[in-house]
Protein backbone atom coordinates (compact mmCIF):
# COMPACT_ATOMS: atom_id res chain seq x y z
CA UNK A 1 0.00 0.00 0.00
CA UNK A 2 2.69 2.40 0.99
CA UNK A 3 4.52 1.73 -2.30
CA UNK A 4 1.69 1.74 -4.38
CA UNK A 5 1.33 5.82 -2.61
CA UNK A 6 4.96 6.72 -3.23
CA UNK A 7 4.95 5.76 -6.90
CA UNK A 8 1.43 7.58 -7.24
CA UNK A 9 2.87 10.61 -5.41
CA UNK A 10 6.41 10.18 -7.67
CA UNK A 11 4.45 10.13 -10.63
CA UNK A 12 2.55 12.97 -9.78
CA UNK A 13 6.00 15.04 -8.62
CA UNK A 14 7.50 14.41 -12.69
CA UNK A 15 4.03 15.34 -14.19
CA UNK A 16 4.32 18.86 -12.14
CA UNK A 17 7.88 19.20 -13.98
CA UNK A 18 6.65 18.38 -17.28
CA UNK A 19 3.57 20.86 -16.28
CA UNK A 20 6.09 23.63 -15.28
CA UNK A 21 8.09 23.54 -18.68
CA UNK A 22 4.53 23.38 -20.83
CA UNK A 23 3.39 26.64 -19.07
CA UNK A 24 6.98 28.02 -19.39
CA UNK A 25 7.12 27.71 -22.95
CA UNK A 26 3.94 28.94 -23.67
CA UNK A 27 4.74 32.03 -21.66
CA UNK A 28 7.82 32.60 -24.21
CA UNK A 29 5.60 32.23 -27.21
CA UNK A 30 3.16 34.24 -25.73
CA UNK A 31 5.97 37.20 -25.37
CA UNK A 32 7.60 36.74 -28.47
CA UNK A 33 4.55 36.72 -30.09
CA UNK A 34 3.34 40.18 -28.51
CA UNK A 35 7.26 41.89 -28.70
CA UNK A 36 7.11 41.84 -32.95
CA UNK A 37 3.17 42.80 -32.78
CA UNK A 38 4.34 45.61 -30.65
CA UNK A 39 6.86 46.65 -33.30
CA UNK A 40 4.94 46.15 -36.40
CA UNK A 41 2.09 47.69 -34.51
CA UNK A 42 4.30 50.49 -32.84
CA UNK A 43 2.51 50.03 -29.59
CA UNK A 44 5.06 50.99 -27.00
CA UNK A 45 2.58 49.69 -24.10
CA UNK A 46 2.72 46.68 -25.30
CA UNK A 47 5.75 45.95 -25.28
CA UNK A 48 6.46 47.63 -21.77
CA UNK A 49 3.71 45.06 -20.77
CA UNK A 50 5.75 42.35 -22.12
CA UNK A 51 8.73 43.69 -20.45
CA UNK A 52 7.18 43.22 -16.82
CA UNK A 53 5.70 39.81 -18.16
CA UNK A 54 9.17 38.01 -18.27
CA UNK A 55 9.08 38.22 -14.30
CA UNK A 56 6.66 34.94 -14.60
CA UNK A 57 9.11 33.53 -16.51
CA UNK A 58 12.07 33.83 -13.89
CA UNK A 59 9.58 32.98 -11.45
CA UNK A 60 8.86 29.50 -13.14
CA UNK A 61 12.41 29.38 -13.52
CA UNK A 62 13.17 28.57 -10.09
CA UNK A 63 9.79 27.29 -9.08
CA UNK A 64 10.63 24.21 -11.43
CA UNK A 65 14.61 24.49 -10.73
CA UNK A 66 13.28 23.97 -6.69
CA UNK A 67 10.80 21.01 -7.87
CA UNK A 68 13.46 18.99 -9.98
CA UNK A 69 16.17 19.41 -6.82
CA UNK A 70 13.48 18.24 -4.59
CA UNK A 71 12.61 15.22 -6.43
CA UNK A 72 16.74 14.18 -6.95
CA UNK A 73 17.50 14.73 -3.48
CA UNK A 74 14.06 12.90 -2.08
CA UNK A 75 14.07 10.00 -4.84
CA UNK A 76 17.17 9.64 -6.03
CA UNK A 77 15.86 8.51 -9.35
CA UNK A 78 17.70 6.17 -11.79
CA UNK A 79 17.95 5.54 -15.69
CA UNK A 80 15.57 7.83 -17.65
CA UNK A 81 13.90 9.74 -15.03
CA UNK A 82 17.24 10.71 -13.78
CA UNK A 83 18.02 11.95 -17.33
CA UNK A 84 14.38 13.57 -17.72
CA UNK A 85 15.41 15.54 -14.73
CA UNK A 86 18.72 16.63 -15.32
CA UNK A 87 17.61 17.54 -19.18
CA UNK A 88 14.56 19.38 -17.39
CA UNK A 89 17.12 21.84 -15.43
CA UNK A 90 18.59 22.20 -18.84
CA UNK A 91 15.67 23.23 -20.46
CA UNK A 92 14.11 25.77 -18.19
CA UNK A 93 17.24 27.37 -18.67
CA UNK A 94 17.27 27.91 -22.21
CA UNK A 95 13.50 28.84 -22.16
CA UNK A 96 14.28 31.64 -19.32
CA UNK A 97 16.84 32.97 -22.07
CA UNK A 98 14.69 32.82 -24.36
CA UNK A 99 12.59 35.30 -21.90
CA UNK A 100 15.38 37.69 -21.66
CA UNK A 101 15.95 37.79 -25.71
CA UNK A 102 12.17 38.93 -25.76
CA UNK A 103 12.78 41.36 -22.96
CA UNK A 104 15.23 42.38 -25.39
CA UNK A 105 13.65 42.88 -27.95
CA UNK A 106 10.90 44.87 -26.25
CA UNK A 107 13.55 47.22 -25.55
CA UNK A 108 14.37 48.22 -29.11
CA UNK A 109 10.62 48.09 -29.47
CA UNK A 110 10.40 51.45 -27.72
CA UNK A 111 13.36 53.10 -28.66
CA UNK A 112 12.43 52.72 -32.63
CA UNK A 113 8.77 53.52 -31.47
CA UNK A 114 10.28 57.18 -30.43
CA UNK A 115 11.36 57.76 -33.78
CA UNK A 116 9.95 57.76 -37.12
CA UNK A 117 9.72 54.17 -39.05
CA UNK A 118 13.03 52.68 -40.77
CA UNK A 119 11.40 50.86 -43.20
CA UNK A 120 8.17 48.38 -43.57
CA UNK A 121 8.80 45.43 -41.10
CA UNK A 122 8.06 42.54 -43.89
CA UNK A 123 11.17 39.88 -43.14
CA UNK A 124 11.27 40.51 -38.96
CA UNK A 125 7.47 38.94 -38.22
CA UNK A 126 8.21 36.21 -40.77
CA UNK A 127 11.42 35.02 -38.98
CA UNK A 128 9.94 35.46 -35.64
CA UNK A 129 7.22 33.38 -37.41
CA UNK A 130 9.53 30.42 -37.90
CA UNK A 131 11.25 30.82 -34.42
CA UNK A 132 7.78 30.44 -32.79
CA UNK A 133 6.98 27.24 -34.73
CA UNK A 134 10.41 26.14 -33.44
CA UNK A 135 9.69 26.77 -30.05
CA UNK A 136 6.16 24.94 -30.41
CA UNK A 137 7.60 22.11 -32.21
CA UNK A 138 10.16 21.63 -29.50
CA UNK A 139 7.98 21.07 -27.00
CA UNK A 140 5.43 19.25 -29.28
CA UNK A 141 8.35 16.93 -29.30
CA UNK A 142 9.33 16.85 -25.70
CA UNK A 143 5.96 16.36 -24.56
CA UNK A 144 5.69 13.14 -27.58
CA UNK A 145 9.24 12.25 -27.05
CA UNK A 146 9.23 12.49 -30.39
CA UNK A 147 13.09 12.33 -31.94
CA UNK A 148 12.09 13.16 -35.54
CA UNK A 149 10.24 16.02 -34.85
CA UNK A 150 13.12 16.83 -32.54
CA UNK A 151 15.03 16.57 -35.26
CA UNK A 152 13.12 19.07 -37.63
CA UNK A 153 13.37 21.61 -35.15
CA UNK A 154 17.44 21.48 -35.29
CA UNK A 155 16.80 21.65 -39.18
CA UNK A 156 14.98 24.77 -39.49
CA UNK A 157 17.75 26.63 -37.33
CA UNK A 158 19.29 27.48 -40.95
CA UNK A 159 16.19 28.96 -42.20
CA UNK A 160 16.25 31.51 -39.48
CA UNK A 161 19.85 31.99 -39.37
CA UNK A 162 18.96 33.24 -43.17
CA UNK A 163 16.28 35.40 -42.58
CA UNK A 164 18.99 37.02 -40.17
CA UNK A 165 21.56 37.27 -42.82
CA UNK A 166 18.89 38.51 -45.19
CA UNK A 167 18.18 41.50 -42.66
CA UNK A 168 21.42 42.03 -42.00
CA UNK A 169 21.92 43.28 -45.60
CA UNK A 170 19.42 45.04 -46.03
CA UNK A 171 20.11 47.15 -43.65
CA UNK A 172 23.47 47.57 -44.52
CA UNK A 173 22.27 49.32 -47.69
CA UNK A 174 20.06 51.63 -45.49
CA UNK A 175 22.93 52.71 -43.96
CA UNK A 176 25.06 53.02 -46.04
CA UNK A 177 22.36 55.06 -48.26
CA UNK A 178 21.80 57.70 -45.52
CA UNK A 179 24.03 57.68 -42.41
CA UNK A 180 21.01 59.19 -40.63
CA UNK A 181 19.61 56.04 -40.80
CA UNK A 182 22.40 54.26 -38.62
CA UNK A 183 20.83 54.37 -34.87
CA UNK A 184 17.53 52.77 -36.35
CA UNK A 185 18.85 50.15 -38.66
CA UNK A 186 21.36 49.09 -35.74
CA UNK A 187 17.94 48.62 -33.75
CA UNK A 188 16.37 46.32 -35.96
CA UNK A 189 19.39 44.79 -36.08
CA UNK A 190 19.45 43.86 -32.74
CA UNK A 191 16.02 42.60 -32.70
CA UNK A 192 16.79 40.20 -35.89
CA UNK A 193 20.10 39.26 -33.86
CA UNK A 194 18.30 38.60 -30.99
CA UNK A 195 15.72 36.50 -32.80
CA UNK A 196 18.39 34.53 -34.22
CA UNK A 197 19.38 33.40 -30.60
CA UNK A 198 16.37 32.41 -29.69
CA UNK A 199 16.18 30.16 -32.95
CA UNK A 200 19.45 29.05 -31.07
CA UNK A 201 17.82 28.11 -28.14
CA UNK A 202 14.40 26.73 -29.75
CA UNK A 203 17.51 24.30 -31.43
CA UNK A 204 19.16 23.60 -27.64
CA UNK A 205 15.57 22.85 -27.03
CA UNK A 206 15.33 20.06 -29.66
CA UNK A 207 18.43 18.56 -28.84
CA UNK A 208 17.91 18.26 -25.51
CA UNK A 209 14.47 16.08 -26.48
CA UNK A 210 16.86 13.93 -28.33
CA UNK A 211 19.10 12.97 -25.29
CA UNK A 212 16.04 12.65 -23.19
CA UNK A 213 14.96 9.84 -25.59
CA UNK A 214 17.39 8.06 -26.96
CA UNK A 215 20.59 8.66 -24.71
CA UNK A 216 22.73 10.32 -27.27
CA UNK A 217 24.31 13.75 -27.16
CA UNK A 218 23.31 15.15 -31.10
CA UNK A 219 25.61 18.60 -30.18
CA UNK A 220 28.18 18.75 -32.37
CA UNK A 221 27.92 15.43 -34.05
CA UNK A 222 28.74 17.03 -37.61
CA UNK A 223 26.27 17.79 -40.15
CA UNK A 224 23.29 15.07 -40.65
CA UNK A 225 23.10 13.03 -43.62
CA UNK A 226 22.42 15.19 -47.12
CA UNK A 227 18.82 15.21 -47.77
CA UNK A 228 19.31 16.45 -51.49
CA UNK A 229 17.84 13.24 -52.96
CA UNK A 230 15.26 12.30 -50.57
CA UNK A 231 11.50 13.99 -50.82
CA UNK A 232 11.37 17.08 -48.85
CA UNK A 233 9.00 17.05 -45.77
CA UNK A 234 7.57 20.76 -46.71
CA UNK A 235 6.99 21.93 -50.10
CA UNK A 236 5.81 25.74 -50.92
CA UNK A 237 5.08 26.46 -54.42
CA UNK A 238 5.48 30.42 -55.05
CA UNK A 239 4.46 32.45 -57.91
CA UNK A 240 3.00 36.48 -57.76
CA UNK A 241 -0.35 36.33 -57.71
CA UNK A 242 -0.91 32.49 -56.81
CA UNK A 243 -3.97 32.15 -58.61
CA UNK A 244 -3.05 29.76 -61.20
CA UNK A 245 -0.04 27.94 -62.06
CA UNK A 246 1.06 27.76 -57.80
CA UNK A 247 -2.50 26.65 -57.03
CA UNK A 248 -2.26 23.91 -59.73
CA UNK A 249 0.91 22.51 -58.06
CA UNK A 250 -0.15 22.53 -54.95
CA UNK A 251 -3.67 20.52 -56.10
CA UNK A 252 -1.06 17.91 -57.82
CA UNK A 253 1.23 17.73 -54.59
CA UNK A 254 -1.43 16.95 -52.31
CA UNK A 255 -2.89 14.27 -55.03
CA UNK A 256 0.60 12.76 -55.89
CA UNK A 257 2.80 13.08 -53.12
CA UNK A 258 2.70 12.59 -49.07
CA UNK A 259 4.57 15.43 -47.95
CA UNK A 260 2.84 19.15 -46.35
CA UNK A 261 2.01 21.45 -49.00
CA UNK A 262 1.42 25.31 -49.65
CA UNK A 263 1.41 28.03 -51.47
CA UNK A 264 1.90 31.43 -51.96
CA UNK A 265 2.37 34.87 -53.40
CA UNK A 266 3.42 38.18 -52.53
CA UNK A 267 0.91 39.89 -54.56
CA UNK A 268 -2.07 36.90 -54.19
CA UNK A 269 -4.92 37.62 -55.92
CA UNK A 270 -8.77 37.95 -54.68
CA UNK A 271 -9.65 34.36 -56.13
CA UNK A 272 -8.08 31.73 -57.76
CA UNK A 273 -8.40 31.81 -61.89
CA UNK A 274 -11.78 29.88 -62.82
CA UNK A 275 -9.54 27.80 -65.56
CA UNK A 276 -7.30 26.66 -63.29
CA UNK A 277 -10.17 25.09 -61.11
CA UNK A 278 -11.91 23.88 -64.88
CA UNK A 279 -8.59 22.09 -65.72
CA UNK A 280 -7.95 21.03 -63.08
CA UNK A 281 -11.90 19.46 -62.03
CA UNK A 282 -11.33 17.80 -65.30
CA UNK A 283 -8.43 15.50 -63.98
CA UNK A 284 -10.55 14.76 -60.92
CA UNK A 285 -8.95 17.65 -58.59
CA UNK A 286 -11.31 19.99 -56.97
CA UNK A 287 -9.10 23.30 -55.68
CA UNK A 288 -12.12 25.46 -55.89
CA UNK A 289 -12.11 25.38 -52.17
CA UNK A 290 -8.10 26.60 -51.75
CA UNK A 291 -7.36 30.33 -52.15
CA UNK A 292 -4.71 32.94 -52.78
CA UNK A 293 -2.44 33.83 -49.87
CA UNK A 294 0.70 35.65 -49.05
CA UNK A 295 4.22 34.02 -47.86
CA UNK A 296 3.14 35.52 -44.16
CA UNK A 297 0.04 32.91 -43.80
CA UNK A 298 2.51 29.87 -44.67
CA UNK A 299 4.32 28.28 -41.69
CA UNK A 300 7.54 28.51 -43.26
CA UNK A 301 9.22 26.96 -40.52
CA UNK A 302 7.56 23.42 -41.74
CA UNK A 303 8.97 24.11 -44.64
CA UNK A 304 12.43 22.76 -46.47
CA UNK A 305 11.82 23.17 -50.31
CA UNK A 306 10.51 26.23 -52.22
CA UNK A 307 9.98 25.52 -55.75
CA UNK A 308 9.13 28.82 -57.97
CA UNK A 309 7.01 29.13 -60.87
CA UNK A 310 6.96 32.22 -62.06
CA UNK A 311 9.79 33.27 -64.39
CA UNK A 312 10.15 36.88 -63.17
CA UNK A 313 9.14 38.96 -60.17
CA UNK A 314 8.58 36.50 -57.67
CA UNK A 315 9.34 36.41 -54.40
CA UNK A 316 12.83 35.25 -52.67
CA UNK A 317 13.11 33.17 -49.52
CA UNK A 318 16.13 32.36 -47.78
CA UNK A 319 18.76 30.52 -49.58
CA UNK A 320 19.52 27.59 -47.06
CA UNK A 321 15.57 26.56 -48.15
CA UNK A 322 16.20 24.01 -50.99
CA UNK A 323 15.20 25.77 -53.87
CA UNK A 324 14.17 24.73 -57.48
CA UNK A 325 12.55 27.24 -60.04
CA UNK A 326 9.92 25.70 -62.42
CA UNK A 327 9.47 28.97 -65.00
CA UNK A 328 6.11 27.94 -66.79
CA UNK A 329 4.34 30.64 -68.88
CA UNK A 330 1.53 32.12 -67.33
CA UNK A 331 -1.63 30.39 -69.25
CA UNK A 332 -4.03 33.63 -68.36
CA UNK A 333 -1.45 35.53 -70.91
CA UNK A 334 -2.96 33.59 -73.78
CA UNK A 335 -5.61 35.26 -75.89
CA UNK A 336 -8.77 34.12 -76.97
CA UNK A 337 -10.77 31.64 -74.79
CA UNK A 338 -10.12 28.53 -77.03
CA UNK A 339 -5.84 29.35 -76.55
CA UNK A 340 -6.20 30.22 -72.70
CA UNK A 341 -8.24 27.27 -71.76
CA UNK A 342 -5.41 25.06 -73.51
CA UNK A 343 -2.32 26.95 -72.58
CA UNK A 344 -3.92 26.21 -69.08
CA UNK A 345 -3.94 22.41 -69.77
CA UNK A 346 -0.45 22.71 -71.01
CA UNK A 347 0.93 23.60 -67.52
CA UNK A 348 -1.32 21.44 -65.88
CA UNK A 349 0.04 18.56 -67.60
CA UNK A 350 3.51 19.43 -67.08
CA UNK A 351 2.84 20.27 -63.62
CA UNK A 352 1.87 16.79 -63.22
CA UNK A 353 4.89 15.63 -64.80
CA UNK A 354 7.28 17.36 -62.65
CA UNK A 355 5.84 16.93 -59.75
CA UNK A 356 5.78 12.70 -60.12
CA UNK A 357 9.63 13.03 -61.73
CA UNK A 358 10.02 15.22 -58.09
CA UNK A 359 8.45 12.22 -56.05
CA UNK A 360 10.75 9.72 -57.88
CA UNK A 361 13.60 11.22 -57.48
CA UNK A 362 13.37 11.72 -53.79
CA UNK A 363 11.80 8.88 -52.51
Known amino acids: MT ?95 IGDLGESVCERVIE ?37 RAQQVIEKDSVVDAFYAQIFRELLTYMLEDPRNIGRAIRVQSIGKHLERIGDHATNLAELVVFMVKGKDPRHAGRREETEHRMPHGVLFLCTHNQARSQMAEGWARKLTRVRVWSAGSEPAAEIHPLAVRVMQEVGIDIARQRPKSIADVPLGDIDTVITLCAQECPVLPAPLRQERWELPDPAEASGEEEMAAAFRRVRDELRGRIERLARQRS
Open 3 to 97: RAHTDHEYEGELQQVRDHILLMGAKVEEMIAKSIRALVERDSELARAMIAFDDQIDHLEVETDDLCLRILARRQPVASDLRFLTIALKLVTDLER
Open 112 to 148: LNAEPPLKPYLDLPLMAEAVLGMIHQALDAFVARDVE
